[in-house]
């Protein structure tokens, strides 16, 4: 898939490397709801970005809204608990973060979901990873971005008109992790921007169960 990506000035390197967790910072949301943000988290990321770009099995999806039938603004790939992540960086990545929230989330992240964006035009609407466990229990969401930086918007699930939305910019090795009651009590986006915005690929390491 031919892509243009502007590579980070401060990731100069194409070696694969991920830093120590211990740099993550939490901010709590309020009800029950928090995200940690470690910006840099994975050197090399537009190497990855190049590789992932190229040899993932990209699928266009369809979805049914109203009365008809509209491409998502995205492509997508999906990695069932056990299958072969696309790059062993993404298996280290995964294993990383099991093992730093161990203790807090209780279980391995299992799943990886992958999403495309492949200019401004591409987005996720407002939502919640509310479809199965995470719709009643207490869950994490783990995310890694690398391409070109897009914002990630967080707001309450019943936020009333204006109220402010937090905002996170997230590209080139960033990492997110949105945890506690995050998934039922908070919602999440990628808007589209009129901007001119380069490709970004993130992959969302989920629990089993959650989605």
Request: with cysteine.
């Amino acid at each position: 898939m031919a892509t243009h990506l502007q590579g980070s000035l401060f990731d100069q390197t194409d070696e694969l490397r991920l830093g120590p967790l211990d740099g993550l910072r939490r901010t709590e949301l309020g009800s029950g709801a928090w995200i940690d943000v470690l910006p840099g988290w994975l050197s090399g990321a537009d190497a990855l970005f190049e590789r992932l770009a190229a040899d993932v099995p990209w699928r266009a999806e369809h979805r049914k809204m109203y009365d008809n039938v509209v491409a998502v603004p995205r492509l997508l790939a999906f990695y069932q608990a056990h299958a072969p992540l696309p790059h062993p960086v993404l298996d280290e990545a995964r294993t990383a973060l099991s093992r730093h929230y161990a203790d807090e989330l209780g279980e391995p992240f299992t799943t990886a979901g992958l999403c495309f964006y492949r200019d401004g035009r591409d987005s996720v609407a407002w939502h919640g990873d509310r479809i199965g466990r995470g719709a009643r229990e207490d869950t994490m969401v783990a995310i890694l971005s690398v391409g070109a930086p897009r914002d990630l918007l967080l707001r309450p699930a019943h936020a009333h008109r204006g109220e402010e939305t937090i905002r996170h910019t997230l590209g080139h090795g960033d990492l997110i992790v949105m945890g506690g009651s995050c998934q039922r009590t908070w919602e999440h986006c990628v808007p589209k921007t009129a901007r001119a915005a380069g490709p970004r690929i993130s992959v969302q390491f989920r629990p089993h169960g959650v989605h």
